[in-house]
């Protein structure tokens, strides 16, 4: 077990600062390169949405075989300068003339293969920066703090009509020199990487540990399960939003404008705050499956979504089951680190990407029987033809909870028994 690192505030607040640089970063180099006139917006999209998944189930576990077997900040700073030379590479060909799509597709193939990978680097050395008994703050603070700065980063840059893509570029570029920077300066204690045994024992030695663990196996199969029915939740909350648009009040427009906008927002801020609260007071999957059971059946009130109000029911509906999820990942992601080896925790994470990666895809099966459900009301839907997609969401939520109810009931007779 690693032992504590000196000066272990300083050294997060470093930590969180470079991860909140990197992630922003991944965020806004995609919008610029899907902006450059030489490609279709459309085409580029989609071929970004078909890479990320795609290197998220080719790289990730490979990617955690690496970075169990060496320094992890080394890893996250090589991320980073990565990045900046990527980036650097579109602003100076764009500036001399030279950019054509070859090149931005190479870039867009290297920023979105790290900007998947990213992830696994920084949630394998977190518990050296902050200690496994603050994880579930740090990880609270990691959920809410990127998507937030986010949202500063881009009002900030709309104000810039002066910067041209280039400029842009310059800017998100020089944000990962800095975070390669920042990763630089947190030298925290890391255990001494383990003796390599060859690349497939090592693979194998990850799934074998996340298969026989049992919460690490519960934990996998309901982000599995989860994210395949996805899709599912996605289709009825287009339908119910649309609904929701067509019987707004519009003296409340404003009002209900705001509330979508910031409702996401909210439930990360409320979710984070919950789980920092909570966590010390029941066991991660007992206070995580408690909180899915409380929170999902408010997926129903979407089926209200075409009536006077349905822009506030539509509100709640999302806010409330959206609030749960974001206790559940951060409990979750905490535990999951807590009880793993240190030498094995790129490896399980890796592993965890690359299940989430696949039921993603074969979530998208589901797409059609989904549409139909959610559309079954035609253009004018009512609360009744609303209420079967909803009610389905909400079941498949609520199954989602159930490995981490039998792992929570399993823990809690060892604990009497004991």
Avoid at 1 to 22: N, V
Wanted: avoid cysteine; hydrophobic fraction near 55%; glycine fraction near 8%.
């Amino acid at each position: 077990m690693i032992t504590p690192s000196p000066l272990r505030r300083w050294l997060w607040m470093l930590f969180a600062f470079a991860t909140f640089a990197l992630s922003v970063d991944f965020l806004r180099d995609e919008l610029f390169l899907v902006g450059s006139p030489e490609v279709d917006r459309r085409a580029w999209a989609q071929l970004e949405e078909v890479a990320a998944p795609l290197a998220a189930i080719l790289l990730g576990l490979p990617f955690g075989v690496l970075i169990d077997r060496v320094r992890r900040r080394n890893v996250l700073i090589a991320i980073a300068l990565l990045g900046t030379a990527a980036l650097a590479s579109v602003a100076a060909a764009d500036s001399a003339g030279l950019l054509g799509v070859p090149q931005l597709f190479t870039v867009l193939m290297v920023t979105t293969a790290l900007g998947a990978l990213a992830p696994i680097g920084s949630e394998t050395y977190l518990p050296s920066v902050v200690g496994r008994e603050r994880l579930v703050t740090a990880n609270a603070l990691l959920s809410v703090s990127p998507p937030l700065i986010m949202f500063a980063l881009a009002a900030a840059l709309s104000l810039a009509d002066h910067l041209d893509e280039a400029g842009f570029l310059i800017v998100v570029g020089a944000l990962m020199a800095v975070a390669a920077l920042a990763f630089r300066g947190v030298a925290a204690v890391e255990e001494p990487p383990p003796p390599r045994t060859g690349f497939w024992r090592e693979a194998a030695e990850g799934v074998r540990f996340t298969v026989r663990e049992p919460a690490l196996r519960a934990i996998a199969v309901y982000l599995v399960v989860s994210e395949l029915f996805e899709q599912v939740a996605h289709e009825v909350l287009n339908e119910t939003r649309q609904a929701a648009a067509a019987a707004g009040d519009l003296s409340m427009g404003y009002f209900y404008s705001l509330m979508s906008t910031f409702s996401s927002f909210a439930s990360l801020l409320l979710g984070a705050l919950l789980a920092v609260l909570l966590h010390r007071r029941l066991a991660p999957f007992r206070l995580a499956w408690a909180a899915l059971l409380v929170s999902q059946p408010f997926t129903l009130l979407l089926a209200l979504s075409g009536t006077g109000w349905g822009q506030l029911w539509h509100a709640f509906g999302t806010f409330v089951p959206r609030t749960g999820t974001v206790i559940v990942a951060i409990l979750l992601i905490s535990h999951r680190q807590a009880i793993t080896p240190d030498r094995l925790l790129g490896r399980v994470s890796g592993l965890l990407v690359v299940l989430v990666a696949l039921a993603d895809r074969a979530g998208e099966l589901l797409e059609t029987p989904a549409e139909w459900l959610a559309g079954i009301g035609g253009p004018a839907p009512t609360p009744l033809t609303l209420l079967p997609g909803a009610a389905l969401a909400a079941a498949l939520a609520l199954a989602a909870a159930v490995p981490l109810m039998r792992r929570g009931a399993s823990t809690y007779v060892k604990s009497s028994s004991g």
